[in-house]
């Protein structure tokens, strides 16, 4: 076969080849479609939502701009507060140069609705990176999420840097240690939770990150099984948003109450429809602000409107000059705090009520999961119970630390440096208010549900004991009911007579097969038998009976409750003589001085001779 040349073989020679078809070679841009997207695919993305979150703000910036009868300045001027507000909206310190006193001021309150446009923008991107782009299949492989997070990083920042040295030669200038760092820790963050959104949102790294700050023995109270938030947790949660929305009705109330001053700062600070429109956009930015700073006043550190001036339910300050913002139209007057100020002590009460209920319930759950031991013992005891709620009442401590962070900050110098709730205030009040009333809450939540358990327990016990005394049993006498009497008085009645099963009225089973009973009990034989006819061994209630039984009379007793079957016919050979009939033996009167062989009352039998029916 080595010799063998197919057919199909031809020499390749310059005119085969000349004559081949050539392929067009694939460019740059098919290249980069074909290819798998990773890192130049999360450049494009990253650069996309950072311009997105540009255009965003430039925009409203430009049409207030065009429709101001009084602009300050040209349209360069715009774009300048539009990227310096891009670079607040991360949580960046700016810097306010054109001053009355000529000091430069700092700017460092950040509006937190402007927040949520940059790490909604990452968030998307980044997820879409790791996902392969828009128009990726559903079962190909994703991106590493290494590769795509630091491509998505990378190409924000790329334009961040830019937009950065654009706003420095504005009026409002970004402070730069400030603006590294938070837009960077915004960026990091907003496209790692990205990440782990494409993957499904594994349990993994929360797992890790868990248990390298929290012990072994209180990890399943934050994060539990699947990555499903633990009890406390989700009592954090909900005393964080209990605390929120009573910020939120507090915050209402007084915009109400105030309401000719609110109005009145809104139409005194500017004219016509363009900068009024623009106090209502900054008004309304800044709402959750102005919610993270009602529930700070609930809590009780309240919040500063400048240096050394506070403001709690107990007693405000008289604040300095402030500009008319209609916002600030519903701050407390000054002086001694009044019963309308401090019913503000109730959201915090609230939220302590919540989460201790969801801890309290959580506790209890365990005793209902094992129904085999007591509730007391299987459910959660009170130190755990009381522990797992202070450690919820320290995570919603943290959050409302965090938010009265970024809810604050300085607005200038002197008597404006320090403007909002102190967060380690906030923090500590949140920890004493919900720390307590869950607690306690929890232990009483917990030991109202162990006793209403073990009264429902009791009572399905109760019910199923009942229910099983008033059950027929298997093997009892047909026509027999639970109500009815033992005729001859010696048993108690009801359905617990269970000496039925070791004795039986002989004549009154006979009655039920035919109908009617005979009068007259006739006691149960016994079931073992002593050398001295002692009752050692009879039913507890049955004496010895002086007179012993024949074998057939006592085989009726015993199996009279089964089901009466026709006698086969017998069949014997012809040569066979008849067995004789069997021959009863009376009761003899007086005691023998011979054991009777085997059952009481047997007679003697000629050998081989078959059993009588």
Same mark, same amino acid.
């Given at each position: 076969?080595a ?28 290249? @980069? ?11 494009? =993305? ?10 965003? @703000? ?18 360069? =001027? ?32 950040? !509006? ?13 991107? $980044? ?6 782009? $828009? ?54 963050t ?11 949102r ?5 797992e ?7 012990p ?10 699947e ?19 009573? =910020?939120?009705?507090?915050?209402a109330?007084?915009l ?10 809104? *139409? ?22 102005? *919610? ?5 006043y ?19 300050d ?8 209609? *916002? ?23 939220? =302590? ?10 506790a ?15 459910a ?14 320290? @995570? ?53 549900r ?19 005394e ?39 089973? $006979? ?61 014997r ?25 085997? *059952?009481p ?5 000629? !050998? ?6």
């Open positions: 076969m010799g063998v040349i197919h057919a199909t073989d031809r020499p390749s020679t310059p005119a085969t080849l000349r004559a081949r078809p050539t392929w067009p070679r694939p460019t740059v841009l098919t290249r @980069l479609r074909d290819r798998r997207p990773g890192l130049a695919a999360g450049l494009l =993305g990253g650069a996309l939502a950072a311009g997105l979150g540009l255009a965003a @703000l430039a925009v409203p910036v430009m049409l207030l701009w065009i429709s101001s009868p009084y602009p300050d300045s040209g349209p360069d =001027g715009a774009l300048h507060i539009a990227a310096a507000l891009w670079l607040l909206a991360h949580g960046a310190e700016l810097v306010r140069t054109d001053t009355l006193s000529g000091v430069p001021a700092p700017m460092g309150v950040t !509006p937190l609705l402007l927040l949520a446009l940059p790490v909604w923008l990452l968030h998307r991107a $980044a997820r879409d990176a790791t996902e392969g782009g $828009a128009g990726a299949d559903d079962d190909a492989p994703l991106v590493p999420g290494r590769t795509a997070g630091a491509g998505v990083v990378l190409g924000y920042l790329a334009v961040a840097a830019p937009a950065a040295l654009f706003a420095a030669d504005g009026a409002l200038r970004p402070q730069w240690v400030s603006t590294a760092v938070c837009v960077s820790l915004v960026a990091v907003a496209v790692g939770a990205g990440v782990w959104t494409a993957y499904g594994p349990s993994g790294p929360l890790r990150a868990v248990a390298a700050v929290l072994r023995d209180v990890r399943h109270l934050v994060l539990g099984a990555g499903r938030p633990g009890a406390s947790a989700r009592a954090a949660a909900a005393a964080t948003a209990v605390l929120l929305g009573g =910020g939120a009705l507090l915050l109330g007084s109400v109450w105030h309401g000719a001053q609110t109005q009145g700062a809104f *139409l005194r600070l500017t004219e016509g429809w363009s900068g009024r429109f623009a106090v209502l956009l900054l008004a309304v930015a800044l709402v959750p602000n102005a *919610l993270v700073w009602a529930a700070a609930a809590l009780g550190p309240g919040f500063l409107l400048g240096s050394g001036t506070s403001v709690t339910p107990l007693s405000s008289p604040a300095p000059l402030l500009p008319p913002f209609p *916002l600030l139209a519903g701050v407390p007057e000054a002086g001694a705090g009044a019963p309308v100020t401090w019913a503000a002590a109730v959201v915090p009460v609230v939220a =302590g009520v919540v989460a201790g209920r969801l801890v309290g319930r959580a209890a759950e365990a005793a209902e999961e094992w129904a085999r031991l007591a509730p007391d013992v299987a959660w005891t009170r130190g755990r119970t009381a522990g797992a709620a202070v450690l919820g009442a320290a @995570l919603c401590a943290g959050a409302l630390a965090l938010l009265a962070g970024l809810a604050g900050g300085p607005l200038g110098s002197a008597a404006l440096s320090g403007f909002g709730p102190v967060g380690w205030q906030v923090g500590a009040a949140t920890l004493a208010w919900v720390g307590l009333t869950a607690s306690a809450t929890a232990v009483t939540v917990r030991a109202r162990i006793r209403a358990l073990e009264t429902e327990r009791a009572r399905s016990t109760q019910e199923a004991e009942g229910a099983g008033h059950s027929p049993r298997i093997g009892g006498p047909r026509g027999d009911s639970p109500e009815s009497e033992d005729p001859a008085g010696d048993r108690a009645p009801g359905p617990r007579s269970w000496r039925r099963w070791f004795s039986r009225n002989t004549s009154t089973a $006979a009655g039920d097969r035919t109908g009617t009973a005979t009068e007259g009990p006739r006691p149960s034989p016994p079931l073992f038998l002593h050398d001295d006819m002692d009752d050692l061994y009879l039913p507890f209630d049955q004496a010895a009976d002086p007179a012993p039984r024949t074998r057939d009379d006592t085989a009726d007793a015993l199996y009279d409750f089964l089901p009466a079957d026709p006698e086969p016919p017998v069949t050979r012809p040569d066979t003589p008849a067995p004789e009939p069997m021959r009863r033996s009376e009761p003899s009167s007086g005691p023998s001085s011979e054991p009777p062989p085997g *059952l009352g047997d007679t003697a039998r000629p !050998p081989n001779t078959p059993d009588g029916p």
